[in-house]
């Protein structure tokens, strides 16, 4: 699996747009980049994934880079229940993959009133 | 649906004592596994699950039984609980092991003294 590095904390004024960013340089042709997020004590929680294209869901948009080695996790009007630790994880998909998810140590983004 | 829900939410074991740890899903979800999480930490796959009678190894399996005779139940088991494994323990599950949006329980916060 492609390995991941993200910045290890960011702040984020409530309201503002909070850009989480993604290096995965060696991501192969079939892999998948996924966001999670874990809000303190909680279970974490799935947000978005996507292939090649940009995504948008209710939560986030992701934006993946024309070459796929970078990504970077949208939330367009952070609040501070956004406050959490996010996790980007790159995954290849298929049925050979028996669905192993990987979470690094993520971004703690702390969102600011 | 109430959705992945796990028992115990806190235990306190002494060392080598045997205990285990319920996870139990509604939505028929194929897959399953159980993460635990260190402090400061992020998550470590344990054992997973792609199916009923099917169970495999992930990172950190070492000291730890799974079972998995239905597909809403996936418990977890300490043979003989050590102080290494006071961690917060959590389930998760998803449609197939093709699809790797998890819904994750609540979690399990473990100590073992």
């Known amino acids: 699996d492609a390995k991941t590095t993200q910045p290890p904390s960011m702040d984020c004024a409530e309201g503002r747009a909070a850009n989480l960013p993604c290096n995965h340089s060696?991501?192969?042709?079939?892999?998948?980049v996924y966001w999670y997020r874990q809000i303190h004590s909680q279970g974490p929680q799935y947000i978005i994934h996507g292939l090649k294209n940009n995504e948008t869901n209710e939560m986030a948009s992701l934006i993946i880079t024309e070459d796929r080695k970078s990504s970077t996790l949208i939330l367009p009007h952070a609040t501070l229940r956004d406050t959490a630790v996010y996790y980007c994880i790159v995954r290849a998909g298929g049925s050979g993959n028996t669905g192993k998810l990987i979470f690094g140590q993520g971004t703690t983004l702390q969102v600011k009133p | 649906n109430a959705g992945v829900t796990q028992t115990p939410k806190f235990q306190v074991l002494k060392t080598g004592q045997s205990m285990t740890l319920q996870c139990a899903q509604d939505?028929?979800?194929?897959?399953m596994s159980w993460y635990r999480q260190d402090p400061g930490m992020g998550l470590r796959l344990i054992h997973y699950?792609?199916?009923?009678?099917?169970?495999d190894q992930g990172e950190v399996p070492n000291g730890y039984n799974v079972s998995r005779s239905t597909t809403e139940d996936f418990p977890l088991r300490l043979l003989s609980a050590a102080p290494s494994q006071t961690s917060v323990y959590f389930c998760?599950?998803?449609?197939?092991?093709?699809?790797?949006?998890?819904?994750f329980g609540s979690g399990t916060q473990l100590s073992v003294l």
């Open positions: 699950s792609v199916g009923a009678g099917i169970t």
């Open positions: 939505m028929n979800h194929e897959y």
């Open positions: 060696t991501i192969s042709g079939n892999e998948y």
């Open positions: 998760a599950s998803t449609i197939n092991n093709r699809v790797k949006k998890l819904f």
